[in-house]
T-cell receptor, first 116, second 119 residues
C-alpha cells in the first residue's frame, strides 16, 4: 500500500529564513506522481506542484524549489526567503498510476509558521 | 475557470439527521473526487467518479454514505443518520484526463470544502 510520511508536524522560522519541508513516500509502483499542496487558514487546498516518477530533475518556481530523489523516496520542498504569507499547512501527496484512478494519498501535513 | 465550488461551506446538524453536500467541479472536468479531512490530518479518499460513473469507494465510506453524479457534472454526497464521528471537512476535487503521450494530465483541484459539525 502507498504511504506518505511528513515527519515534521510543525515548523516555525523567522521571516526571510529558508525552510525545507520533508516528504518520504512508499509505493510498489514504478509509475507514480508526487504533489505538494498548500492549505492556508481559509482551508482550501492549493495545488503547488506535480512531479512524475520518471522526472528526477529538481524544479524551481520563484522562491519555491523541490528536490525529488527516487533513491531515498523523498520529495522535499524548500521555501527560500520565507514570508508571512507562506504560513500554512503543507501537504505532500502520492498518486499511483492505477487503472484510471489517480486517488491521492496524503501525508499528515506540516504546519509552517513564519514569524515576522 | 471559476474553480471548484462546494455548498454549503458550513453545516451544523444534530446526531441522527441526514445531510447533503453539493460539489460543482471545474467545467469540463470529467473526474470528481470526494475526500474527508479530520483535524490535524491529511485528506482521506472517499470516492471517485469518471463522468457519471462511480468507479471506486473507500472502506471509509460506510453504508450511511452515498454519492451521486447524475449527469456527469455536479455531485452530491449524502450522509444518513449522522454520527459525531462524521464531523470533519468534506473536500471535493476535480480533474481532467487529457491524454499527453503516455501520461494523462490529471492534477486534482480542490474546492473550499464543507465543514460538518455533528452535535
Amino acid at each position: 500500500a502507498q504511504k506518505v510520511t511528513q515527519a515534521q508536524t510543525e515548523i516555525s522560522v523567522v521571516e526571510k529564513e529558508d525552510v525545507t519541508l520533508d516528504c518520504v513516500y512508499e509505493t510498489r509502483d514504478t509509475t507514480y506522481y508526487l504533489f505538494w499542496y498548500k492549505q492556508p487558514p481559509s482551508g482550501e487546498l492549493v495545488f503547488l506542484i506535480r512531479r512524475n516518477s520518471f522526472d528526477e530533475q529538481n524544479e524551481i518556481s520563484g522562491r519555491y524549489s523541490w528536490n525529488f530523489q527516487k533513491s531515498t523516496s523523498s520529495f522535499n520542498f524548500t521555501i527560500t526567503a520565507s514570508q508571512v504569507v507562506d504560513s500554512a499547512v503543507y501537504f505532500c501527496a502520492l498518486s499511483e498510476r492505477g487503472f484510471g484512478n489517480e486517488k491521492l494519498t496524503f501525508g499528515t501535513g506540516t504546519r509552517l509558521t513564519i514569524i515576522p | 475557470d471559476t474553480g471548484v465550488s462546494q455548498n454549503p461551506r458550513h453545516k451544523i446538524t444534530k446526531r441522527g439527521q441526514n445531510v447533503t453536500f453539493r460539489c460543482d467541479p471545474i467545467s469540463e472536468h470529467n473526474r470528481l473526487y470526494w475526500y474527508r479531512q479530520t483535524l490535524g490530518q491529511g485528506p482521506e479518499f472517499l470516492t471517485y467518479f469518471q463522468n457519471e460513473a462511480q468507479l471506486e469507494k473507500s472502506r471509509l465510506l460506510s453504508d450511511r454514505f452515498s454519492a451521486e453524479r447524475p449527469k456527469g457534472s455536479f455531485s452530491t454526497l449524502e450522509i444518513q443518520r449522522t454520527e459525531q464521528g462524521d464531523s470533519a471537512m468534506y473536500l471535493c476535487a476535480s480533474s481532467s484526463t487529457a491524454p499527453d503521450g503516455l501520461l494523462n494530465t490529471d492534477t486534482q483541484y480542490f474546492g473550499p470544502g464543507t465543514r460538518l459539525t455533528v452535535l
